[in-house]
Protein backbone atom coordinates (compact mmCIF):
# COMPACT_ATOMS: atom_id res chain seq x y z
CA UNK A 1 0.00 0.00 0.00
CA UNK A 2 1.03 3.14 -1.03
CA UNK A 3 2.33 5.59 1.77
CA UNK A 4 0.39 8.37 3.61
CA UNK A 5 3.44 10.64 2.26
CA UNK A 6 3.25 10.51 -1.57
CA UNK A 7 6.84 7.86 -2.25
CA UNK A 8 8.55 10.95 -4.29
CA UNK A 9 11.76 10.48 -1.45
CA UNK A 10 14.32 8.16 -0.61
CA UNK A 11 14.86 9.21 3.00
CA UNK A 12 17.05 8.34 5.60
CA UNK A 13 15.87 6.85 8.89
CA UNK A 14 16.30 9.80 11.04
CA UNK A 15 13.74 12.49 12.15
CA UNK A 16 14.88 15.30 13.65
CA UNK A 17 12.86 17.57 16.24
CA UNK A 18 15.07 20.45 17.13
CA UNK A 19 17.86 22.02 15.61
CA UNK A 20 20.25 25.12 17.26
CA UNK A 21 23.03 26.21 15.05
CA UNK A 22 24.29 23.73 13.39
CA UNK A 23 23.25 20.80 15.09
CA UNK A 24 19.89 18.71 14.88
CA UNK A 25 18.23 16.06 17.14
CA UNK A 26 16.35 13.25 16.46
CA UNK A 27 13.28 12.24 18.49
CA UNK A 28 15.35 9.56 20.23
CA UNK A 29 17.63 12.57 21.46
CA UNK A 30 21.17 11.84 18.63
CA UNK A 31 22.96 14.94 18.13
CA UNK A 32 23.73 15.26 14.00
CA UNK A 33 26.24 18.04 12.98
CA UNK A 34 24.53 19.57 10.02
CA UNK A 35 26.78 20.14 6.58
CA UNK A 36 23.44 20.13 4.32
CA UNK A 37 22.03 23.08 6.00
CA UNK A 38 18.33 21.49 4.77
CA UNK A 39 19.90 21.83 1.06
CA UNK A 40 21.52 25.06 1.26
CA UNK A 41 18.53 26.87 3.24
CA UNK A 42 19.61 26.83 6.58
CA UNK A 43 21.71 29.76 5.80
CA UNK A 44 22.04 30.66 9.54
CA UNK A 45 21.68 27.54 11.01
CA UNK A 46 19.18 26.58 13.17
CA UNK A 47 16.97 28.30 15.58
CA UNK A 48 19.06 32.05 14.36
CA UNK A 49 17.58 34.42 17.21
CA UNK A 50 17.38 37.28 15.10
CA UNK A 51 15.35 35.40 12.51
CA UNK A 52 13.27 33.49 15.15
CA UNK A 53 12.68 37.01 16.39
CA UNK A 54 11.25 38.50 12.79
CA UNK A 55 9.29 35.32 12.70
CA UNK A 56 7.41 35.77 15.59
CA UNK A 57 7.33 39.50 15.93
CA UNK A 58 5.74 39.47 12.36
CA UNK A 59 3.67 36.31 13.28
CA UNK A 60 1.90 38.09 16.11
CA UNK A 61 1.10 40.97 13.65
CA UNK A 62 -0.18 39.82 10.51
CA UNK A 63 0.60 36.84 8.44
CA UNK A 64 -1.28 37.30 4.95
CA UNK A 65 -3.02 39.92 3.50
CA UNK A 66 -2.59 39.45 -0.78
CA UNK A 67 -0.82 41.31 -3.34
CA UNK A 68 -3.77 42.90 -3.70
CA UNK A 69 -2.72 45.51 -1.41
CA UNK A 70 0.60 47.08 -0.27
CA UNK A 71 2.81 44.92 1.42
CA UNK A 72 4.98 47.07 3.74
CA UNK A 73 7.43 43.85 4.70
CA UNK A 74 7.68 42.92 1.02
CA UNK A 75 8.29 46.50 -0.28
CA UNK A 76 11.65 46.72 2.80
CA UNK A 77 13.23 42.91 1.12
CA UNK A 78 12.65 44.29 -2.58
CA UNK A 79 14.42 47.85 -1.34
CA UNK A 80 17.29 45.81 0.37
CA UNK A 81 17.52 43.52 -2.55
CA UNK A 82 17.98 46.16 -5.36
CA UNK A 83 20.06 47.97 -2.96
CA UNK A 84 22.49 45.22 -2.47
CA UNK A 85 22.59 43.52 -6.43
CA UNK A 86 22.28 44.71 -10.03
CA UNK A 87 18.64 44.43 -9.96
CA UNK A 88 16.08 47.50 -10.26
CA UNK A 89 12.59 45.01 -9.60
CA UNK A 90 12.08 41.92 -7.71
CA UNK A 91 9.24 39.49 -7.86
CA UNK A 92 8.42 37.33 -4.59
CA UNK A 93 7.50 33.28 -5.35
CA UNK A 94 7.61 30.69 -2.71
CA UNK A 95 10.46 28.78 -4.01
CA UNK A 96 13.20 28.67 -6.60
CA UNK A 97 10.99 26.38 -9.19
CA UNK A 98 8.49 29.40 -9.35
CA UNK A 99 11.38 31.56 -9.73
CA UNK A 100 12.55 29.66 -12.43
CA UNK A 101 8.61 29.54 -13.89
CA UNK A 102 8.99 33.19 -13.97
CA UNK A 103 12.82 33.72 -15.15
CA UNK A 104 11.49 32.06 -18.51
CA UNK A 105 8.12 33.86 -19.03
CA UNK A 106 9.71 37.51 -18.64
CA UNK A 107 12.54 36.51 -20.84
CA UNK A 108 9.76 35.88 -23.74
CA UNK A 109 7.81 38.51 -22.86
CA UNK A 110 10.42 40.57 -23.42
CA UNK A 111 11.12 39.76 -26.63
CA UNK A 112 7.37 39.35 -27.60
CA UNK A 113 7.12 42.78 -26.22
CA UNK A 114 10.06 44.29 -28.23
CA UNK A 115 8.36 42.74 -31.74
CA UNK A 116 10.41 39.68 -31.10
CA UNK A 117 8.27 36.94 -30.76
CA UNK A 118 10.05 34.16 -32.35
CA UNK A 119 12.62 34.78 -29.62
CA UNK A 120 11.31 31.89 -27.45
CA UNK A 121 14.61 29.75 -26.77
CA UNK A 122 16.81 29.44 -23.54
CA UNK A 123 20.03 28.10 -24.23
CA UNK A 124 20.24 25.65 -20.60
CA UNK A 125 23.46 23.65 -19.44
CA UNK A 126 23.77 19.26 -19.02
CA UNK A 127 23.65 18.74 -15.28
CA UNK A 128 21.88 21.87 -14.11
CA UNK A 129 18.88 21.62 -12.25
CA UNK A 130 16.27 24.08 -12.00
CA UNK A 131 13.20 22.50 -10.40
CA UNK A 132 10.63 19.89 -10.85
CA UNK A 133 7.97 22.29 -12.62
CA UNK A 134 6.99 21.54 -15.93
CA UNK A 135 9.19 24.39 -17.21
CA UNK A 136 11.93 23.40 -14.60
CA UNK A 137 12.52 19.98 -15.75
CA UNK A 138 12.21 20.87 -19.45
CA UNK A 139 14.92 23.33 -18.94
CA UNK A 140 17.48 20.91 -17.23
CA UNK A 141 16.46 18.57 -19.65
CA UNK A 142 17.97 15.30 -18.29
CA UNK A 143 16.02 11.96 -18.92
CA UNK A 144 16.23 11.40 -15.15
CA UNK A 145 14.14 14.57 -14.74
CA UNK A 146 11.77 14.40 -17.77
CA UNK A 147 10.72 10.70 -18.60
CA UNK A 148 7.42 9.92 -18.40
CA UNK A 149 6.40 13.63 -17.58
CA UNK A 150 5.97 14.28 -21.53
CA UNK A 151 5.23 16.27 -23.63
CA UNK A 152 7.89 18.29 -22.19
CA UNK A 153 7.57 22.20 -22.36
CA UNK A 154 9.23 23.41 -25.44
CA UNK A 155 11.92 26.32 -26.46
CA UNK A 156 14.84 24.97 -24.20
CA UNK A 157 18.09 24.00 -26.18
CA UNK A 158 21.07 21.80 -24.13
CA UNK A 159 24.23 22.37 -24.55
CA UNK A 160 27.02 20.38 -22.98
CA UNK A 161 28.22 22.16 -19.60
CA UNK A 162 31.39 24.04 -20.94
CA UNK A 163 30.42 23.54 -24.02
CA UNK A 164 31.66 26.50 -25.90
CA UNK A 165 30.87 25.41 -29.56
CA UNK A 166 28.32 23.93 -28.69
CA UNK A 167 26.71 27.04 -27.37
CA UNK A 168 28.10 29.03 -30.21
CA UNK A 169 25.94 27.04 -32.95
CA UNK A 170 22.88 26.90 -30.24
CA UNK A 171 22.34 30.34 -30.55
CA UNK A 172 19.86 31.67 -33.11
CA UNK A 173 17.04 34.19 -34.43
CA UNK A 174 15.16 32.42 -32.03
CA UNK A 175 17.47 32.62 -28.71
CA UNK A 176 15.35 34.66 -25.57
CA UNK A 177 18.07 33.52 -23.18
CA UNK A 178 21.31 31.86 -21.65
CA UNK A 179 20.21 30.36 -18.19
CA UNK A 180 22.79 28.88 -16.05
CA UNK A 181 23.87 28.30 -12.45
CA UNK A 182 27.39 29.56 -11.50
CA UNK A 183 27.77 26.67 -9.29
CA UNK A 184 25.21 23.91 -10.32
CA UNK A 185 24.11 22.21 -7.24
CA UNK A 186 22.48 19.18 -8.05
CA UNK A 187 24.92 18.59 -10.77
CA UNK A 188 27.74 17.79 -8.55
CA UNK A 189 29.08 21.20 -7.46
CA UNK A 190 30.31 22.19 -10.71
CA UNK A 191 31.83 25.99 -10.93
CA UNK A 192 31.36 27.94 -13.83
CA UNK A 193 35.09 29.46 -14.11
CA UNK A 194 34.67 33.17 -13.65
CA UNK A 195 36.47 33.78 -17.21
CA UNK A 196 33.68 31.29 -18.70
CA UNK A 197 31.05 33.81 -16.64
CA UNK A 198 32.58 36.91 -17.83
CA UNK A 199 32.35 35.61 -21.35
CA UNK A 200 28.95 34.54 -21.20
CA UNK A 201 28.01 38.03 -20.51
CA UNK A 202 29.96 39.06 -23.88
CA UNK A 203 27.89 36.30 -25.62
CA UNK A 204 24.73 37.26 -24.45
CA UNK A 205 25.43 41.37 -25.18
CA UNK A 206 26.66 40.41 -28.65
CA UNK A 207 23.76 37.81 -29.65
CA UNK A 208 21.19 40.48 -27.68
CA UNK A 209 20.11 37.72 -25.63
CA UNK A 210 19.56 37.99 -21.86
CA UNK A 211 21.55 36.11 -19.29
CA UNK A 212 19.44 34.46 -16.53
CA UNK A 213 21.24 33.17 -13.58
CA UNK A 214 20.01 30.56 -11.30
CA UNK A 215 21.42 31.45 -7.98
CA UNK A 216 18.88 29.47 -5.68
CA UNK A 217 21.72 26.98 -4.36
CA UNK A 218 24.66 29.31 -4.63
CA UNK A 219 23.52 32.55 -3.84
CA UNK A 220 22.90 34.51 -0.45
CA UNK A 221 25.97 34.13 0.80
CA UNK A 222 27.31 31.17 0.41
CA UNK A 223 30.30 31.62 -2.31
CA UNK A 224 31.67 34.27 0.18
CA UNK A 225 30.32 36.70 -1.84
CA UNK A 226 26.34 37.96 -1.63
CA UNK A 227 25.93 36.34 -5.37
CA UNK A 228 28.25 34.01 -6.64
CA UNK A 229 28.32 35.97 -10.20
CA UNK A 230 30.00 38.91 -8.09
CA UNK A 231 33.07 36.98 -8.33
CA UNK A 232 33.76 37.22 -11.86
CA UNK A 233 32.59 41.32 -11.91
CA UNK A 234 29.76 40.93 -14.11
CA UNK A 235 25.58 40.96 -13.67
CA UNK A 236 22.57 39.29 -15.23
CA UNK A 237 19.76 40.56 -16.09
CA UNK A 238 17.41 38.14 -14.82
CA UNK A 239 18.33 35.95 -11.87
CA UNK A 240 16.59 33.62 -9.46
CA UNK A 241 16.68 33.06 -5.81
CA UNK A 242 15.44 31.00 -3.46
CA UNK A 243 16.82 28.60 -0.49
CA UNK A 244 19.33 30.38 1.35
CA UNK A 245 17.46 33.62 1.36
CA UNK A 246 14.33 32.35 3.40
CA UNK A 247 16.94 30.84 6.30
CA UNK A 248 14.25 27.42 6.43
CA UNK A 249 11.45 29.68 5.49
CA UNK A 250 9.95 29.26 1.87
CA UNK A 251 10.66 32.11 -0.39
CA UNK A 252 11.87 32.42 -3.25
CA UNK A 253 12.61 35.76 -6.02
CA UNK A 254 13.53 36.86 -9.04
CA UNK A 255 15.50 39.59 -9.42
CA UNK A 256 15.61 41.90 -12.87
CA UNK A 257 16.76 44.65 -14.48
CA UNK A 258 14.30 47.64 -15.67
CA UNK A 259 14.86 46.95 -19.45
CA UNK A 260 14.66 42.57 -18.77
CA UNK A 261 10.94 43.42 -16.47
CA UNK A 262 9.35 45.74 -18.80
CA UNK A 263 7.31 42.86 -20.26
CA UNK A 264 5.72 42.02 -16.64
CA UNK A 265 3.14 44.25 -16.72
CA UNK A 266 -0.18 44.71 -14.13
CA UNK A 267 -1.70 41.08 -14.75
CA UNK A 268 0.83 39.53 -16.45
CA UNK A 269 2.24 37.14 -13.52
CA UNK A 270 1.08 36.57 -9.88
CA UNK A 271 1.11 34.79 -6.95
CA UNK A 272 -1.28 34.21 -3.79
CA UNK A 273 1.54 33.82 -1.14
CA UNK A 274 4.53 35.15 -2.62
CA UNK A 275 5.89 37.67 -0.70
CA UNK A 276 3.62 37.36 1.84
CA UNK A 277 4.70 38.96 5.76
CA UNK A 278 5.76 36.23 7.39
CA UNK A 279 8.71 35.09 4.54
CA UNK A 280 9.75 39.02 3.96
CA UNK A 281 9.78 39.48 7.46
CA UNK A 282 12.65 36.39 7.98
CA UNK A 283 14.12 37.28 4.22
CA UNK A 284 14.96 40.87 5.41
CA UNK A 285 16.64 39.47 8.57
CA UNK A 286 18.50 36.97 7.03
CA UNK A 287 19.66 39.56 4.28
CA UNK A 288 20.39 41.98 7.34
CA UNK A 289 23.00 39.37 8.81
CA UNK A 290 24.48 38.22 5.29
CA UNK A 291 25.11 41.05 3.46
CA UNK A 292 27.21 42.48 5.94
CA UNK A 293 30.81 42.92 4.40
CA UNK A 294 32.27 41.45 7.63
CA UNK A 295 30.03 38.69 7.87
CA UNK A 296 30.68 37.52 4.39
CA UNK A 297 34.51 37.85 4.80
CA UNK A 298 34.18 35.34 7.79
CA UNK A 299 32.10 32.87 5.07
CA UNK A 300 35.52 33.31 3.05
CA UNK A 301 37.72 32.29 6.37
CA UNK A 302 35.80 29.26 7.23
CA UNK A 303 35.77 28.49 3.73
CA UNK A 304 39.31 28.28 3.90
CA UNK A 305 39.42 26.39 7.07
CA UNK A 306 37.34 23.69 5.98
CA UNK A 307 38.55 23.17 2.62
CA UNK A 308 42.23 22.85 4.19
CA UNK A 309 40.90 20.29 6.67
CA UNK A 310 39.07 18.59 3.51
CA UNK A 311 42.38 18.58 1.61
CA UNK A 312 44.21 16.95 4.11
CA UNK A 313 41.07 14.04 4.16
CA UNK A 314 41.83 13.25 0.82
CA UNK A 315 45.52 12.63 0.56
CA UNK A 316 44.85 10.70 4.25
CA UNK A 317 41.69 8.20 2.20
CA UNK A 318 42.87 8.87 -1.38
CA UNK A 319 41.19 5.47 -1.54
CA UNK A 320 37.98 7.18 -0.73
CA UNK A 321 37.94 10.77 -2.09
CA UNK A 322 39.54 12.31 -5.34
CA UNK A 323 39.52 15.87 -4.27
CA UNK A 324 37.66 18.81 -3.24
CA UNK A 325 35.63 21.23 -5.30
CA UNK A 326 33.45 24.13 -5.02
CA UNK A 327 33.56 27.75 -3.74
CA UNK A 328 33.13 29.08 -0.46
CA UNK A 329 31.24 27.05 2.02
CA UNK A 330 29.44 25.22 -1.24
CA UNK A 331 31.95 22.57 -1.45
CA UNK A 332 32.11 19.06 -2.81
CA UNK A 333 34.11 15.98 -1.97
CA UNK A 334 34.97 13.91 -5.19
CA UNK A 335 34.31 10.44 -4.45
CA UNK A 336 36.03 7.65 -6.11
CA UNK A 337 34.16 4.89 -3.16
CA UNK A 338 30.51 5.11 -4.01
CA UNK A 339 29.23 9.06 -2.35
CA UNK A 340 26.05 7.61 -1.50
CA UNK A 341 28.24 5.11 1.31
CA UNK A 342 30.03 8.21 2.22
CA UNK A 343 26.62 9.99 3.67
CA UNK A 344 25.32 6.72 4.83
CA UNK A 345 28.56 6.47 6.56
CA UNK A 346 28.78 10.06 7.83
CA UNK A 347 24.66 9.32 9.19
CA UNK A 348 26.79 6.47 11.22
CA UNK A 349 28.77 9.10 12.96
CA UNK A 350 26.05 11.75 13.18
CA UNK A 351 26.93 14.04 10.57
CA UNK A 352 24.76 15.41 7.57
CA UNK A 353 26.04 15.26 4.12
CA UNK A 354 23.91 15.52 0.92
CA UNK A 355 24.89 13.56 -2.29
CA UNK A 356 25.08 15.10 -5.82
CA UNK A 357 25.63 13.99 -9.60
CA UNK A 358 28.98 12.91 -10.43
CA UNK A 359 29.48 11.15 -7.23
CA UNK A 360 29.95 14.16 -4.96
CA UNK A 361 29.35 14.44 -1.62
CA UNK A 362 28.07 17.94 -1.27
CA UNK A 363 28.91 20.07 2.04
CA UNK A 364 26.89 22.93 1.85
CA UNK A 365 26.80 23.94 6.02
CA UNK A 366 25.32 27.05 7.87
CA UNK A 367 26.98 29.72 6.89
CA UNK A 368 27.21 31.04 10.34
CA UNK A 369 29.21 27.46 11.38
CA UNK A 370 31.20 27.95 14.48
CA UNK A 371 34.89 27.50 13.94
CA UNK A 372 34.88 24.37 16.63
CA UNK A 373 31.86 22.74 14.56
CA UNK A 374 34.47 22.82 11.54
CA UNK A 375 36.92 21.00 13.65
CA UNK A 376 34.00 18.38 14.67
CA UNK A 377 32.86 18.22 10.98
CA UNK A 378 36.49 17.40 9.88
CA UNK A 379 36.59 14.85 12.81
CA UNK A 380 33.50 12.91 11.80
CA UNK A 381 33.89 13.05 8.28
CA UNK A 382 37.39 11.46 8.93
CA UNK A 383 35.85 8.76 10.86
CA UNK A 384 33.06 8.41 8.17
CA UNK A 385 36.03 7.97 5.94
CA UNK A 386 37.24 5.11 8.08
CA UNK A 387 34.00 3.10 7.83
CA UNK A 388 33.93 3.47 3.99
CA UNK A 389 37.20 2.11 3.89
CA UNK A 390 36.68 -0.63 6.49
CA UNK A 391 33.96 -2.23 3.91
CA UNK A 392 35.85 -1.40 0.28
C1 LIG B 1 16.78 23.78 -5.43
C2 LIG B 1 16.99 24.45 -6.72
C3 LIG B 1 15.91 24.88 -7.52
C4 LIG B 1 14.48 24.60 -7.14
O1 LIG B 1 14.12 25.22 -5.95
P1 LIG B 1 12.85 24.70 -5.12
O2 LIG B 1 12.75 25.70 -4.02
O3 LIG B 1 13.14 23.31 -4.69
O4 LIG B 1 11.69 24.76 -6.02
C5 LIG B 1 16.20 25.58 -8.68
N1 LIG B 1 17.46 25.83 -9.04
C6 LIG B 1 18.52 25.44 -8.30
C7 LIG B 1 19.90 25.79 -8.75
C8 LIG B 1 18.32 24.72 -7.13
O5 LIG B 1 19.37 24.31 -6.42
Redesign the pocket.
Known amino acids: MISSILPTYNRAPLAFVAGLGSWLTTCDDRQYLDLGAG??VNSLGHAHPALVAALTSQANKLWHTSNLYQIPAQQKLADQLVDLTFADTVFFT???????ELAVKMARKYFFDKGEPERVEIITFDG??????SA?IAAAGSEKLTKGFGPVLGGFVHVPFGGHEALHSAVSEKTAAVMI?PI???GGIRQVPDQCLKGLREFCDKHDVLLIL?????GVGRSGKLFAHEWAGIEPDIM?V??GIGGGF?I?AVLATQEAASGMTAGTHGSTYGGNPLGCAVGSAVLDTVSDPAFLMDVSRKAAVMRQGLEGLVSQFSDIFDGVIGSGLMLGLKCSASNIEVVNAGYDVGVLTVPAAENVVRLLPPLNILDEDIITALEKLEKAAQIVRAAL
Do not use: L, Y
Not at 94 to 100: D, I, P, V, W
Not at 214 to 218: A, P
Open positions: IANSGTEACSFHGRSGEQGEDEVQCMAKPG
